[in-house]
T-cell receptor
Framework: GENVEQHPSTLSVQEGDSAVIKCTYSDSASNYFPWYKQELGKRPQLIIDIRSNVGEKKDQRIAVTLNKTAKHFSLHITETQPEDSAVYFCAATPPPSNTGKLIFGQGTTLQVKP | DARVTQTPRDKVTEMGQEVTMRCQPILGHNTVFWYRQTMMQGLELLAYFRNRAPLDDSGMPKDRFSAEMPDATLATLKIQPSEPRDSAVYFC???????????FGPGTRLTVL
């Protein structure tokens, strides 16, 4: 079955710097890759997603890139702010994609220092 | 603002007791997922339903866990008997037809002593 590996497990950056989190997946048939943000004690919430027919997607300060050949995708956060501090999870939808099933990475704890 | 709801929010129980967690998906959503979150294992998918029918429960320990959807507005996850290793936060999430986005509930924090 699908396996998703996420790196790094922890990331500390200075406010204003960029942060990059990387994930690799094993099933080349996976076609949907969301990123969720989970603040301490809260529920995970979708922040951005990308489908396999797209190489990059941006939404203000966050962007996701997908390399299907290498089977990896990355989250980029620019101009980081203290409120970006949270745990970030990547995920992949293995086939059959119509189930909506997600396999999550292990999470990255991002700390943005003011 | 439609949201997934879960009850109870916190549950402390003793080993061997039965635990029932409830989830109300967003109205109109036809897919419901149960996850367990621990520090060591991250977000593990336990089971999920489409149109109230179980699609996959391979992530669930069958001998003690059971999941059901008595109707379209209620999903339940039951543990009997509970064990200390079941201590975790249990999330329910729902999704709509044709979409992949999952909307998570606030979670049930379970502590088994």
């Amino acid at each position: 079955g699908e396996n998703v590996e996420q790196h790094p497990s922890t990331l500390s950056v200075q406010e204003g710097d960029s942060a990059v989190i990387k994930c690799t997946y094993s099933d080349s048939a996976s076609n949907y890759f969301p990123w969720y943000k989970q603040e301490l004690g809260k529920r995970p919430q979708l922040i951005i997603d990308i489908r396999s027919n797209v190489g990059e997607k941006k939404d203000q300060r966050i962007a996701v890139t997908l390399n299907k050949t290498a089977k990896h995708f990355s989250l980029h956060i620019t101009e980081t702010q203290p409120e970006d501090s949270a745990v970030y999870f990547c995920a992949a939808t293995p086939p059959p994609s119509n189930t909506g099933k997600l396999i999550f990475g292990q999470g990255t704890t991002l700390q943005v220092k003011p | 603002d439609a949201r997934v709801t879960q009850t109870p929010r916190d549950k402390v129980t003793e080993m061997g007791q039965e635990v029932t967690m409830r989830c109300q998906p967003i109205l109109g959503h036809n897919t419901v997922f149960w996850y367990r979150q621990t520090m060591m294992q991250g977000l593990e998918l336990l089971a999920y339903f489409r149109n109230r029918a179980p699609l996959d429960d391979s992530g669930m320990p069958k001998d003690r866990f059971s999941a059901e959807m008595p109707d379209a507005t209620l999903a339940t996850l039951k543990i009997q008997p509970s064990e200390p290793r079941d201590s975790a936060v249990y999330f329910c999430a729902s999704g709509g037809t044709g979409g992949h986005e999952q909307f998570f509930g606030p979670g049930t924090r379970l502590t088994v002593l």
